[in-house]
């Protein structure tokens, strides 16, 4: 449904995004994560068709913006980065200003603003200005005005900053009943949780590159596999760590009193951990408890940056 072939936008000396390639299927949400200053915004601005790329092509269904960008803006939703919200406008207002300006009318019209109230949850404070809304009513509001007209793909700008978590719970919700009826979704964020719970598919995006892309499984593949196992009980760390330690397959992070945390390298899809436990079952060590973390996405944008990916 998204197609976008090397993009490129270069503000004065700043190359801002520089050969970004991606496609979104229909009823796909691709998340675009990396930190401030990345070039999401860019990006995004770009398949808006708001900004102009330097370089690169973008096309919906097949339909290239550059050479029929009217075509292509009525098929599109767009929630920006900051709220574009009158005060003294209700919602009902907003999203019939909205509607109207994407050429609904009538009882479509009508029937497309309450479908949308209902999905953000503003059905019944729809009549008072939206000077009376919390921060997280306003963000909510924000992201019902791109979705008024059933638009065909949705472009989002980090659509929960600075909201409360049950606001933000209500959006990611949405979205995802966006895509689950077909819709293609663009999400930018700087979250990781957000992108991990959320996101089909994640591009890792930094100085406007594409450094990794894939499911979540396959970007944590790219981690290298390691697991981090915890493992407490009435056991002597040092000697259970001596049995178990083969350098080849565990490494010992720490080890304390009753504390013992391994690395696990991933083998054979996955058993490396289920190996381990089955070995220390073997053994008759006596456990209170095991945790194992998954590898991460915050630890493969170390790897491929030598930076945290921190909110
Ligand atoms: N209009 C502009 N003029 C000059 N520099 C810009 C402009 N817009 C963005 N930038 C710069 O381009 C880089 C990418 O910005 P942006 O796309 O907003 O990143 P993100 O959305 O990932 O935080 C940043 O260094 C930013 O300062
Ligand atoms: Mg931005």
């Known amino acids: ?54 370089e690169g092509r973008i096309r919906f269904d097949g339909i290239d913006l550059a050479s029929r960008p009217l075509e292509v803006k009525g098929m599109l939703g767009i929630v920006p980065q900051e709220n574009a919200l009158y005060e003294d406008l209700s919602a009902q207002e907003h999203l019939r200003l909205w ?30 200005p939206v000077k009376n809304f919390s921060g997280g009513m306003k963000r909510r509001l924000n992201l019902g005005l791109g979705l008024v007209h059933s638009p065909r ?93 083969d350098p080849s397959l565990v490494r010992v992070l720490a080890k304390e009193e009753g504390r013992l945390v391994l690395a696990t390298l991933e083998q054979d899809g996955g058993r490396g951990s289920v190996d381990l436990l089955s070995k220390i079952f073997a053994l008759g060590v006596s456990m209170d408890g095991v945790s194992i973390e998954p590898p991460s996405l915050n630890g493969l944008f170390l790897k491929l940056t030598g930076r945290q990916l921190r909110d």
């Open 99 to 128: 509607g109207g300006l994407y050429g609904l009318t009538g009882s479509d019209l009508t029937t497309a603003v309450e479908r949308v109230l209902e999905w953000i949850g503003l059905t019944g404070r729809d009549r008072e």
């Open 1 to 54: 449904m998204i197609q976008v072939e090397n993009l490129h936008k270069r503000f004065g000396d700043l190359q801002a995004v520089a050969g970004i390639s991606f496609e979104i299927a229909a009823g796909e949400i691709y998340g675009l994560l990396g930190p401030n200053g990345a070039g999401k915004t860019t990006t995004l601005s770009m398949l808006s068709g708001l900004l102009a790329p330097d």
């Open 153 to 245: 793909a949705v472009l989002l700008d980090e659509p929960t900053v600075g909201i409360d978590p049950q606001a933000r719970l209500n959006i990611l919700e949405v979205i995802r009943q966006v895509a689950d009826a077909g819709t293609a979704v663009l999400y930018t964020t700087h979250h990781l949780e957000e992108a991990e719970k959320l996101c089909d598919r994640i591009a890792i995006v930094d100085h406007g590159k594409v450094l990794a892309e894939g499911r979540l499984d396959e970007l944590q593949k790219m981690v290298g596999g390691e697991e981090v196992l915890t493992l407490r009980g009435d056991f002597d760390s040092e000697t259970l760590a001596t049995q178990l330690t």
